[in-house]
């Protein structure tokens, strides 16, 4: 080997040390979307307005369709430019994308003869394959895929969860097989179909899928069908259907909602602000995505106008945002006559969201906090409207009449505490004008469990041991509990705050995760890879020798 060929290859192992030491991955961030559908719906000249509109809400997340038909009309035959065009719009103003694949082409289907069904059929499975791993490489920086849209609808000759099942094993392997950092969920069924997903979850369907996509179209608000809460149905899906099958998963809510032009554009408003409050408190639920951004020919389901110009929903849209961001639920409140009482916590301080869907009432409750100011979700002129003095009707160190009315507001809590609250024998306070009592409160602590699983470096098999868990404390860390880890497995449960865990199990390098929030009542698992004792110091000392090396290069003197 000459001189300049060792000199690269000592700068080639000095760079391959520091990218494996230094390299982190980022993920994208945000819980709020909505259906854009710029590929299919929006003109190319309207979708830079559309994508600010969307910006000016905090609205993260775009949904695309990517309609096998448009795409690759003919066998090999692609038109790009009108994707291109809308992936480059997004990402330049910096709209992460759920991107539907969906559906058979007519030359691809089972049975082209069918006409406009055609695309409904199941396609032949190689084809299928083709078509997505051309869209995957093409938007490389798409990391979150839907798998069809509706199968339990658009699926001919009828819905078959078994057919189903097959092209969606085939796209997540043909997803991961070139992006393994992508997320994989099932298409979203039009209703919260708890039988259908069942179906198609058995034999490797679970296996082959990352989250569960659901669609929620009640008529009525997402509080008030007695057979379609949405919290409830949230809730049913990932316990009762899910995690029976191996563990939770993420539910994605993929659309959402209602038309202006049947209800109203005020209840269109309420009702959309209401739903996203209730879906923040499922922490399984990472991405909440209204339908749609706009009206057009399909409905008044839209946050915008047809002329991109905004409605009440859209408003309402930006301050649920703008008071909820990432905070995570914390402590919910069911009154009396159907009051909400929702508490959020996290960055920025804990934040209450209040509504009665039925109409105005004035409850008394009590809650753990030194003093409240509430803001209505309607802005006067873009400001934030205090409207503590009218909604606040009587506050003494946490017991509170507050007013309820189906339009959300958000209260700002001070000193807030949601640990240690007992279940409260309220009384009447001797207030005028309260019309309902809070004498029995449904109040929903909320814990989360943690399972883990350890595994060395070139084993899945390790000993026994243990596992500290700290919680940051009045801006420390202490130590929270200890538990056991037996064969790298180990199960704690925790209130809601800030944690990291540490390892130590022999034979290991001692490790411990980053912080973490635990966010309420949610399940959590962590797998983590740690390094066996002696390759720590193999890669140590490989280090020290490639420094010793570099420096050798560049301090030697010429001869």
């Not at 469990?449 to 350890?454: A, K």
Request: proline share 5%.
């Amino acid at each position: 080997m000459n001189k300049k060929s060792k000199n690269f290859l000592i700068e080639l192992l000095l760079v391959f040390f520091i990218l494996a030491n230094f390299l982190v991955f980022s993920t994208a961030y945000g819980f709020y979307g909505t259906n854009n559908l710029s590929i299919t719906r929006i003109m190319p000249a309207q979708r830079n307005l559309a994508d600010q509109r969307m910006k000016a809400a905090g609205i993260s997340w775009a949904r695309e369709e990517f309609h096998w038909g448009l795409i690759e009309p003919r066998n090999n035959r692609w038109r790009w430019a009108n994707p291109d065009q809308a992936m480059a719009t997004h990402r330049r103003n910096g709209i992460q994308v759920v991107g539907m694949l969906a559906y058979s082409a007519p030359w691809a289907s089972s049975n082209p003869r069918a006409g406009s069904d055609a695309i409904f059929y199941k396609p032949n499975i190689n084809e299928w394959k083709n078509y997505v791993s051309a869209v995957v490489r093409r938007y490389g920086d798409v990391k979150h895929w839907e798998i069809w849209n509706e199968p339990n609808f658009f699926w001919k000759p009828s819905p078959n969860p078994d057919e189903y099942r097959e092209i969606l094993i085939a796209a997540y392997d043909t997803i991961k097989s070139i992006d393994p950092s992508a997320k994989v969920a099932s298409g979203g069924t039009t209703y919260i179909d708890n039988s259908f997903i069942d179906s198609f979850l058995n034999n490797g369907g679970w296996e082959h899928l990352d989250a569960v996509a659901v669609h929620y179209y009640p008529g009525v608000g997402p509080e008030s069908d007695p057979i379609n809460r949405l919290r409830d149905e949230l809730l049913k899906l990932e316990y009762n259907t899910i995690v029976p099958h191996g563990g939770p998963k993420e539910i994605w809510i993929t659309e959402m909602g209602w038309q202006s032009s049947q209800i109203g554009v005020q209840a269109q408003a309420e009702v959309i602000a209401r739903a996203m409050i209730i879906a923040r408190t499922v922490n399984e639920v990472p991405k909440i995505l209204i339908y749609n951004l706009r009206d057009d020919p399909t409905g008044t389901w839209g946050l915008l106008n047809n002329n991109l110009t905004p409605k009440t929903s859209y408003n309402y849209y930006k301050k649920t945002v703008e008071f909820l961001g990432n905070r995570w639920p914390a402590l919910l409140l069911e009154l009396n006559d159907e009051s909400k009482f929702y508490v959020f916590d996290g960055p920025g301080g804990p934040v209450a969201a209040a509504w009665n869907p039925s109409g105005t009432r004035e409850i008394f409750f009590q809650i753990k906090s030194s003093s409240i100011r509430c803001y209505d979700i309607e802005t006067q002129n873009g400001q934030n409207v205090d409207v503590t003095s009218s909604v606040v009707k009587s506050w003494n160190n946490g017991d509170i009449v507050l007013q309820f009315k189906p339009r959300p507001i958000f209260c700002q809590l001070s000193n807030f505490s949601a640990q240690n609250t007992e279940p409260m024998n309220v009384s009447t306070p001797q207030v005028a004008g309260v019309t309902t009592v809070a004498d029995n409160i449904k109040e929903e602590k909320l814990m989360s469990q943690i399972s883990g699983r350890l595994k060395g470096a070139f084993s899945k098999n390790v000993g026994d041991g243990k596992v500290l868990v700290y919680r940051k404390i009045n801006s420390k860390w202490q130590e929270h509990s200890e538990v056991a880890a037996t064969s790298g497995e180990y199960n704690l449960s925790v209130p809601q705050g800030r944690y990291y865990l540490a390892y130590k199990i022999p034979g290991l390098l001692a490790s411990r995760t980053r912080p973490f929030e635990v966010k309420g009542d949610s399940d959590i698992r962590v797998e983590t890879n740690m390094l066996n004792s002696w390759l720590a110091f193999g890669v140590l000392a490989g280090g020290v020798v490639v420094f010793i090396l570099f420096v050798l290069k560049y301090t030697r003197r010429k001869t």
